[in-house]
């Protein structure tokens, strides 16, 4: 489908205005740009794009090298424009903008198994039998809903095992999952032409008049018909265009850039996202479970991941967004010093690295260090991911510590952590 | 000549696939037998009455009156979607009104819990309990196995205590003996989590929440204490799996560091109350088991008592499912009343069943004319109307594809439809969003929900004209005869014939119409009635 406003969508939308009239329930369709998405610098308000590394990269084999020393490995390092830092040699487009971004190198957790870990990264919270935390994405979410956008305001791009939920503040704020991005854009198309489609709306707002007979308040209360206006909303709004990728609106030299796979291209839908307001946004590389051929494994990765990652930083700071958007890299774990028989390196939650900046966040910090030797298990200067959730939350001027109700009555803060003093 | 090489095979394979498929198309409805008498275990209507005499003093008390009973073909609904999943098949329907013998619900009750569909769907929702909703350790861990198991033990009528039993203590392999998948679930790096164990333990089987005392004492309830916790866990301290599988290590200890000490200390396993009931003879986790399950522990039959009725109506007795008032408290009495003569029916689930199944709050209607919020709320509070609840994933799916085949999909169904079913269940319960192990908790409609509904292609499948589609079949069919039409799409999609508002309505559309011109009418129709809230909520 083509993103200009053709006759037949038009025809679709305001017959969409007709049908939500009918039913009683008139949304205020908005104009197409609003003008918040349009601001710029400080007083934009803040996005977030979590680039997610499933499967637990090796800190060694990305922003912590220790080239030449016991645990370091085959792995190489290379200079970055940022002086005092070096990271792995995969990264050579990464080293030119990584001085925009801070490194931490000393993340601990108490989680190195995949589905725990990756609980902990995505709430900041460790996993408990008897609540489901909400993941960052859903706070901001929440805490930042914007009624002028019609399209999903927690996105997630590209599949992966644990894509960020709602938990107990609703599944209406669970990721909304784009599993091709910048390419097919399931269920959002109607199956049919527009007459029969038309048809098929007349039917359905008349079997749920007759539904709500007798039940009006409960049926209300189920937001279903909600749930469908707002759908059909959806289908029909022009700010779907943030999710496609074509040369009509990207040029041939960016969506190169980016790099030809599905994660590369989630890194661009992502910053097309936070041009149209989105707050919350993640793209998930699956594929660092390194246990076998950690040093091959790890550099097919980065042939994915250098090129996207430096072109979104390239690109949000051309498009002055990179003052209003944080950009966060970061996987479940890192991988131990040692390397096991299988030339792999196993699950290792102490010690390993994550990318943070953006967003007003500090440039070219450094934080932690890990032991060289391997010997010493912690960092100097431990980060928790609850810290590190506490800072960006901070940042995004949402009250860290807020407690909130759970179903069950127990009041929950949004975050446990504290604000790390280093990234303010 | 290479190319006609590739293509042959092919080319079998469809013609071996049409044939396929219009023989299934063309197979005759058949006819289910109807059952003829309520069987005698079930005949006994005192503990229905003890639950309609409990529910009926509570409505005096609160001053609520209850609303009007629901149709009788509305509550084959309710039971078909909890027991089976799915809405009845056409051909149940159209049996069930025949049936025009006494105790008509109460029979078809017994029929469903008889079908090979009810243990099927009752393990699935019942080890969402047990096991949780995990990938699981790789190989340690048999879903599989471990579902194919609970089926069989549902079907085989195996009284719940003793199900318990075997989840808690039992030894082996997880596929040879596939109850020890509840112990195999909690392991991380090769161990067995005893903290998970107890936690999970308690909540299932009790109907308590003691996970929060695991790291301190539970901070609302002062019932629980850390030292119950470790206590509890400490059950589960010489459980191992190995290479033979899940076993007790004799003199393996469960152990704890507390903050700030310097070395762990071991934790003796003891019960937070009730420690007659540990009997001295057995491994700990056997001692575990008879405590749990001991006749006097009021919690074990509560608990079980308010999941089921949870499972039926959509929504337990008391939420949250696992985090019950002790027994003694005024308003779960009912608990402890149906848990006794749970007890007396020898802990037998199907008599559960029947029992809530026949009780008049599983039987009134979802309509309060003109009820406020608060009104709703009150009836809602005393089961004074049966609730609207959110369909799961499941039985979203299940009823969609049942919808969309005129004859009953279960085990005897052909090959091809249980391929399809297996396959785009599962695409589409993740699509859907499941909601993992809080399946009793409130919820309303996503919109990614209704976008798939609406647009998703497992929809346009069903919906389409093909040689399954119940769509295209009653279209064709009914040429000429518009209100048959009509009536056999709404009892499949529905489950009930439409009113006289509807039918006039969608006549319009149908008037005339034929051939491919009248399937899309029907197709549409089908699609509406899809998207409906009445479609995707129990009421």
Known sequence: MDNSVTAATLDRRQLLERTLSAVGLSLALPGLDCLRADLRGPRRPTSLITLSLAGGPSQLETWDPHPGSRIGGPTKAIKTRQPDLKIAADYPRTAEVIHELSVIRSLVSLEGDHARGSYLVKTGYRPDQTLQHPSLGAILARERWDTSIEIPQHVTLGGGPAPSRGGFLGAQYDAFKIFDPGRRLSNLEPRVAPPRQSRRLEGLEFVTGIFRRGRKVATDRTQHQLTVTRALAMMNSTQLKAFRIDLDNESASTIAAYGDSPFGRGCLVARRLVQAGIRAIEVTLPGWDTHTNNFGGHQQQARILDPALAALVKDLKQHDLLDSTIVLVLGEFGRTPTVNPLDGRDHWPTGFSCLVGGGGLPAGRILGGTDPTGRKQQPTQPVSIADLFATILRRMGVEHDKEVMTPVGRPMAYCEGKPVPGLL | ?539
């Open chain 2, 1 to 539: 000549m290479a190319s006609l090489r590739r293509i042959v095979p092919l080319l079998l394979v469809a013609l071996g696939l049409l044939v396929l498929v219009r023989s299934i198309a063309s197979r005759p409805i058949g006819d289910v037998t109807t059952p003829q008498h309520v069987p005698s275990r079930f005949q006994d209507n005192a503990g229905v009455n003890r639950v309609n005499q409990w529910i009926e003093n509570r409505w005096r008390i609160e001053q609520v009156t209850p609303v009007k009973p629901a149709e009788e073909i509305n509550i084959l609904r309710r039971l078909s979607l909890a027991l089976h999943g799915t809405v009845p098949s056409l051909e149940e329907l159209r049996q069930f009104e025949t049936d025009r013998q006494p105790d008509r619900l109460k029979r078809w009750t017994q029929r469903m819990l008889g079908d090979d569909r009810f243990p099927t769907y009752f393990a699935e929702r019942l080890s969402r309990a047990l096991v949780g909703t995990e990938v699981g350790p790789f190989l340690a861990f048999r879903r599989d196995r471990f579902r194919a198991w609970l089926d069989k033990q549902l079907a085989s009528d195996r009284p719940w205590d003793q199900i318990v039993t075997e989840l808690v203590s039992a030894s082996g392999l997880p596929t040879g003996r596939p109850a020890t998948n509840f112990i195999t679930i909690t392991m991380v790096d090769g161990d067995v989590d005893q903290e998970k164990l107890a936690g999970r333990s308690i909540r299932a089987f009790l109907g308590q929440r003691i996970d929060c005392a695991q790291c301190h004492d539970h901070p609302f309830d002062p019932r629980w204490k850390q030292p119950h916790f470790q206590g509890l866990a400490a059950f589960f301290g010489a459980a191992r799996v190995t290479a033979l599988g899940v076993d007790d290590a004799p003199g393996r200890i469960y152990e704890v560091t507390d903050p700030g000490a310097e070395r762990p200390r071991e934790i003796v396993p003891a019960v937070p109350f009730g420690s007659d009931w540990l009997p001295g003879d057995g491994n700990s986790r056997q001692r575990l088991a008879a405590w749990l399950t001991h006749r006097e522990n009021d919690r074990f039959d509560r608990a079980i008592v308010n999941r089921i009725w949870g499972l039926l109506f959509g929504q337990p007795f008391f939420s949250p499912v696992d985090d019950l008032p002790d027994p003694g408290d005024p308003d779960t009495e009912l608990l402890s009343v149906l848990a006794r003569d749970f007890q007396d029916h020898g802990r037998d689930l199907k008599w559960l069943i029947h029992t809530i199944a026949a009780s008049r709050p599983f039987g009134l209607g979802s309509q309060a004319d003109d009820a406020t919020i608060d009104e709703l709320n009150r009836l809602e509070a005393q089961w004074a109307i049966f609730p609207l609840v959110r369909l799961r994933p499941e039985q979203v799916i299940g009823s969609m594809l049942q919808a969309a085949s005129i004859k009953t999909v279960d085990r005897n169904s052909h090959l091809l439809i249980r391929t399809v079913r297996f396959f785009r269940e599962n695409d589409f319960v993740q699509e859907y969003g499941d909601l993992g192990d809080e399946e009793l908790a409130k919820q309303t409609g996503t919109i990614p929900q209704a976008l798939l509904r609406m647009n998703g292609r497992l929809g346009r499948d069903l919906i389409e004209s093909n040689a399954f589609s119940a769509s295209a079949h009653i279209a064709r069919v009914t040429e000429g005869d518009d209100a048959t039409c009509l009536a056999s799409s709404f009892l499949v999609c529905l489950g009930r014939r439409p009113l006289e508002s509807e039918s006039r309505f969608f006549r319009k559309w149908l008037t005339e119409t034929r051939g491919d011109r009248r399937v899309e009418v029907v197709e549409d129709i089908f699609w509406a009635l899809f998207n409906s809230p009445e479609f995707s909520w129990n009421h």
